[in-house]
């Protein structure tokens, strides 16, 4: 023990100086994991949230309609929680506050200007959207103008060329020259000015889309101003066609077109085409005002983000270098403790293990050796103090349990045989038993059957002779006239042949009825064999029980033997003989289960075919039974042709039928009495395969 105290100090003091090491480079650690690399990480988010305020503002400003605005917007607000959170966050983890501030105004800036940027570019969208609407205002007015003066234009052309067919058909007519006259200065006084008045009015109402095109186009005030000063002009012209319309109803509509046209094109008019456009330049301006400013807030963002980032960069680096120190000087104090952990142990294994130690525990090796190779007289000797010592006593022990546990092997070597002398006496005194039953049974049942077979073969045999002396009969009766003596000699040996055959069935059917006794004997033989059976598991179910808890109680041994330590080792091995006996004991428990369960099976199907045997004999009881009324009915047809032989010479024909009758009932009971004889040859074949599982089933629980 005494040499154990330097190693354990030695690892006391090596342990101190690992935990101070591993503190200082915890703590070092923890400011870079919970301070400087969350920083960075946020900051990095920071710097990429500021990214996509800077990305939605490019894309509001390139916006095509108030839809797109609408979606790359969206998000907006929630980044700007989000940048407002990540600068809260920076704070905590303690980043300088004066850049955190910068940054925060400067994207709170970009934040507003970005919203101004989509205020005024739905603004621009909503005058585009104004100035497309009055454009074609003023286009579907100017093309109603002119799709009126083009009418009125047609209609003067018609009246022209009218007047001037009408002015040809009076040349040479010296009656029709006034008239000539006022036709021609009609034509030229009314149609052709109205032609030429509708012609110049739908060439002016042409230019109007034009000039609201050019006012579109304009890119800047100056050409705004030129195409405004060429307006005023047109619609004077405009006003003037318009005053020479010849249809006054046209004309109505027309002046009215013009008051729409005036009100859209007149600079003078409020929300004129001229105002929407001036608008659109003061709001584009200010949009590009807006954009320089985002260009310039997001350079500034990007080198606050940089100054952000590389501070985060430094406490990091700060910090690893205070890690890369502390873990330079524990590699130092680690190499001196682990030279003194080798030198100060191999002077405790030079003058104190090898000198004492493996001395007694070679002496203690050699003795455990012996008690290995079953030399259970080996001693053990030791007069220490010490663990070796206590190992020593705890060798005494095992040699000792392991002298019991030879004793307890051998008394359980000679209670197993001797229970496996009397579960084969048992099993051959049950299969005597049953071999005797069955095969007494079967040899009673194979005699009654072939008693049966052999009176059926008579029944058919005389059967057969009735048949016969029917039909001599029948012959005879043809010639009643002349042979009335050799009809009643015929009918006496018939009646005497029927006499025979009730005598055969009654026969017959004492045998059937004494046949099924038997097979009722034979049901209940196999039944007390079932029982004895169940009664035999039983007595296997306590002996599997008595195992289960040997079992258990080797179980139990074992555990207290590992509860003792060495001291228990010996009774471990006991306990674990024990176990392995009771282990056999249910193997063998378990296969005689085995052939009292296939026992039980045979005794099933031996208790099945006994009571197809006695339903069998039942059919064939039956069938005799139809033999006696047939026979019955045969001499009672016999009688009668006794009685009428005396008058067979009046009664021939009389005769003749009754014979045919006879005839029919003779061949009936044939077939009847083949068909008793099929059911004995049956019967007397399920009878053999009872007699082979029987006697297979006494073979198998023998050779157990």
């Known amino acids: 023990m005494m040499a154990i105290v330097p190693i354990a100090l030695l690892a006391v003091i090596a342990a101190a100086l690992a935990v101070f090491a591993f503190r200082i480079t915890q703590t070092q650690q923890s400011v870079v994991s919970n301070e400087a690399i969350p920083a960075l990480v946020t900051g990095q988010e920071l710097y990429a949230r500021s990214n996509q305020v800077s990305n939605i503002a490019r894309n509001v400003a390139?916006?095509?309609?108030?839809?797109?605005?609408?979606?790359?917007?969206?998000?907006l607000d929630q980044i700007e929680t989000e940048l407002n959170n990540d600068i809260a966050a920076l704070a905590e983890l303690g980043v300088d506050g004066a850049i955190l501030s910068e940054f925060s105004n400067q994207t709170e800036t970009l934040v507003g200007n970005i919203r101004a940027l989509k205020e005024t570019q739905m603004s621009l969208f909503a005058n585009d959207v104004a100035t497309n609407a009055l454009v074609n205002e003023i286009v579907t007015a100017a093309n109603a103008i002119e799709a009126s003066a083009r009418a009125l234009n047609t209609d003067a052309n018609m009246a022209l060329t009218n007047s001037a067919s009408a002015l040809y058909s009076m040349v040479g007519r010296e009656d029709q020259t006034n008239e000539a006259f006022n036709t021609l200065d009609k034509l030229l006084d009314v149609d052709a000015l109205d032609a030429q008045n509708m012609s110049d009015l739908r060439a002016i109402a042409f230019q109007i889309p034009g000039l609201a095109e050019q006012v579109v186009a304009a890119r800047d005030t100056d050409a705004l101003d030129k195409v405004k000063f060429a307006i005023n002009p047109i619609l004077t012209q405009l006003q003037k066609g318009i005053d020479l319309m010849p249809d006054p109803e046209a004309k109505e509509t027309a002046q009215a077109t013009l008051a729409e046209l005036q009100a859209a094109l007149d600079p003078s008019k409020p929300n004129n085409l001229f105002a929407l456009r001036q608008a659109e330049f003061a709001t584009e301006e200010q949009l590009n005002t807006i954009l320089d400013d985002n260009a310039a807030i997001t350079e500034q963002i990007a080198l606050t983000a940089e100054r952000l980032l590389g501070e985060m960069r430094a406490k990091i680096n700060d910090a690893n270098s205070g890690v890369a120190e502390t873990i330079a000087t524990a590699e130092i104090i680690m190499i001196v403790v682990a030279i003194a952990a080798i030198v100060i142990p191999t002077l405790i294994l030079w003058l104190y293990v090898s000198r004492n130690l493996l001395r007694r525990l070679i002496g203690l090796n050699g003795a455990m050796t012996r008690l290995t190779k079953g030399d259970l007289d080996a001693e053990v000797k030791d007069s220490g103090s010490d663990e070796i010592a206590d190992m020593a006593r705890s060798v005494e022990t095992f040699r000792e349990n392991a002298r019991e546990a030879e004793r307890l092997r051998a008394q359980n070597k000679e209670a197993e045989e001797r229970a496996e002398e009397q579960r084969r006496a048992a099993l051959h005194e049950m299969a005597d038993g049953f071999e005797s039953s069955v095969n007494t049974l079967v040899t009673e049942l194979l005699t009654a059957v072939n008693e049966m077979r052999d009176t059926a073969d008579n029944m058919e045999r005389n059967a057969g002779d009735n048949v016969t002396r029917a039909a001599e009969v029948n012959e005879a009766s043809q010639n009643a006239s002349s042979n009335v003596s050799s009809?009643?000699?015929?009918?006496?040996?018939?009646?005497?042949?029927?006499?025979?055959?009730?005598?055969?069935?009654?026969?017959?059917?004492e045998i059937s009825q004494t046949a099924?006794?038997?097979?009722?004997?034979?049901?209940?033989?196999?039944?007390?064999m079932s029982d004895t059976a169940d009664r035999i598991g039983e007595v296997i179910e306590l002996i599997t029980t008595i195992a289960d808890q040997t079992n258990l109680l080797a179980l139990n041994a074992t555990i207290e033997s590992a509860r003792a330590g060495d001291a228990g080792k010996g009774f471990a091995v006991v306990a674990n003989e024990v176990k392995n006996l009771a282990s056999q004991t249910q193997r063998a428990t378990e296969d005689i289960s085995q052939q009292i369960s296939e026992m039980?099976?045979?005794?099933?199907?031996?208790?099945?075919?006994?009571?197809?045997?006695a339903r069998t004999i039942g059919e064939i009881d039956s069938i005799s039974s139809s033999i006696a009324a047939a026979m019955s009915q045969q001499g009672a047809a016999t009688g009668e042709i006794a009685n009428g032989s005396e008058e067979a010479a009046n009664g021939v024909r009389h005769v003749s039928d009754n014979m045919a009758s006879v005839s029919r009932a003779a061949e009936e009971f044939r077939e009847m009495s083949g068909s008793a004889r099929s059911v004995a040859e049956d019967l007397l074949a399920k009878a053999h395969s009872l007699q082979t599982e029987a006697n297979n089933f006494v073979t198998r629980v023998r050779s157990e």
């Open 62 to 75: 390139v916006a095509q309609n108030a839809e797109e605005i609408e979606a790359v917007s969206a998000e």
């Open 487 to 509: 009809v009643s000699s015929a009918t006496e040996e018939l009646s005497a042949s029927i006499r025979e055959i009730e005598r055969q069935v009654a026969k017959a059917e």
């Open 516 to 528: 099924v006794a038997e097979a009722r004997k034979s049901d209940e033989t196999v039944r007390k």
């Open 600 to 613: 039980r099976d045979v005794s099933s199907q031996a208790v099945e075919m006994i009571s197809t045997i």
